[in-house]
């Protein structure tokens, strides 16, 4: 009985250290951001902290996915079945949010382009993380097309594709140079796409 107490504190650890871990990155940039200074923010020692992580790329990796967590909850959840098309609509001010969490803006570029490599701790979440976003953002554009906001002329996994590129080429872009409005581009690309409706 013990044992399962223990593993629900586990899971609770892990999720406030992640939490704070957001926070602090959001605040202080993921360049800024130590491990020292993350598990002091939950009152643990380094060590302490990549008890509950095997390693560093695996709590930059875990930060990540509870930050599309949140984003999800905030920008798509409350559409119930409706998501996919959400995603299309709230697209735009979801990455207008990502200007307001630059820390966490350079870690997702940092962390991406080191997961390129199969090797990386961290690959298998970013293909994972590509792939569902392929596939829902796919399905946003059906549901669009057969609206007839969409012309039915395009190739959903396509537009998918181009739309994850486009926010990952833009939040690189907009690293170099904060004044570029990300949001804008992106909604610019939907409504031309719209246009040809």
Avoid: C
């Avoid at 993350?38 to 095997?54: C, D, R, T």
């Avoid at 870690?107 to 961290?122: C, E, K």
């Amino acid at each position: 009985m013990a044992r399962r107490g223990s593993y629900a504190k586990g899971i609770a650890k892990r999720e406030e250290i992640l939490t704070a871990a957001l926070d602090v990155i959001a605040r202080d940039g993921y360049g800024r951001a130590s491990v020292r200074e993350l598990a002091g923010a939950v009152g643990l020692s380094q060590a302490g902290l990549l008890h509950y992580f095997s390693s560093k790329e695996e709590l930059f990796a875990e930060i990540l996915r509870k930050r599309d967590e949140v984003d999800a909850a905030t920008f798509i959840d409350d559409a119930g079945s409706d998501g996919p098309v959400a995603l299309m609509r709230e697209y735009p001010e979801l990455i207008r949010h990502n200007a307001d969490v630059p820390g966490l803006v350079q870690l997702y570029a940092r962390l991406s382009a080191d997961a390129t490599d199969p090797g990386h701790p961290a690959h298998a979440f970013f293909a994972d993380r590509n792939r569902r976003f392929r596939a829902f953002a796919a399905e946003g554009v059906r549901r669009a097309q057969a609206s007839g906001a969409l012309p039915d002329d395009l190739d959903p996994e396509r537009v998918a594709t181009m739309l994850m590129a486009l926010a990952d080429g833009l939040q690189t872009q907009w690293l170099m140079d904060p004044e570029l409005d990300m949001s804008e581009h992106v909604a610019e690309f939907l409504a031309i796409l719209g246009r040809r409706a």
